[in-house]
């Protein structure tokens, strides 16, 4: 089974500022996909972000962008401008074999 | 894009009785469906996943028999809780995909179940 783990269970960053969260993952595949989602107080599980493990170049979608370091098995998200609308859950997941595992969640606190 | 619903949004019922809970893709067909649990502050766990015209695939721990899936069409499938206790009072999720095996999936909004 794979396993995700997301180290920081909370963060803040101020409003247009820019702020990062880790995620660490374990897996003896070679083919997989990563994502982070969000989950705003709504609960409605939102993508924000996929990338292709067989592919080096990191996934970018407007202000959100990826560190994907395949080798160390860490995929963190970068979230740029910050805005008010980004509180909320974010949970890192991989895929493989038709299955998601998901880390624990980092809750995000941007303030104005 | 792809839609994914869940009814009911919220469900209060008392200990011992069953509950259904009903997941439709609105404007896809889905041959594989997902069901999660996701306790208050925490992540989610994958129960089953369901697949249209054969048994459900049940994660390990999961209770075969108390947590019923029934994929019966490719729009829709259900879950149901039977006999229920206070401690399966939780947050059902549910997610589909366009084909078997593909990595996108889309998710409903949730069912809150509240077992008294």
């Known amino acids: 089974a794979q396993t995700v783990t997301q180290s920081q269970p909370e963060m803040s960053v101020q409003e247009a500022e820019t702020v990062t969260l880790s995620c660490t993952y374990d897996?003896?595949?070679?083919?997989?996909?990563l994502f982070w989602y969000k989950q705003p107080p709504s609960r409605q599980m939102i993508l924000v972000i996929r990338q292709e493990a067989y592919k080096q170049q990191n996934a970018t979608e407007n202000r959100f962008s990826v560190n994907f370091q395949k080798a160390a098995k860490s995929f963190s998200l970068k979230i740029s401008d910050s805005q008010l609308g980004d509180t909320a859950m974010y949970f890192c997941a991989s895929y493989n074999f038709n299955k998601f595992y998901f880390g624990s969640g980092t809750k995000l606190n941007v303030k104005p | 894009g792809a839609v994914v619903s869940q009814h009911p949004s919220w469900v209060i019922c008392k200990s011992g009785t069953s509950v259904k809970i009903e997941c439709r893709s609105l404007?896809?067909?889905?041959?594989?469906m997902f069901w999660y649990r996701q306790f208050p502050k925490q992540s989610l766990m994958l129960m089953a996943t369901s697949n249209e015209g054969s048994k459900a695939t049940y994660e390990q721990g999961v209770e075969k028999d108390k947590f019923l899936i029934n994929h019966a069409s490719l729009t829709l499938s259900t879950l149901t809780v039977t006999s229920a206790h206070p401690e399966d009072s939780s947050f059902y999720i549910c997610?589909?995909?366009?084909?078997?095996?593909?990595?996108?999936?889309?998710f409903g909004p949730g069912t809150r179940l509240l077992v008294l």
């Open positions: 897996t003896s595949e070679n083919n997989y996909y």
């Open positions: 997610s589909a995909s366009l084909a078997p095996y593909q990595e996108t999936q889309y």
């Open positions: 404007d896809f067909q889905a041959t594989t």
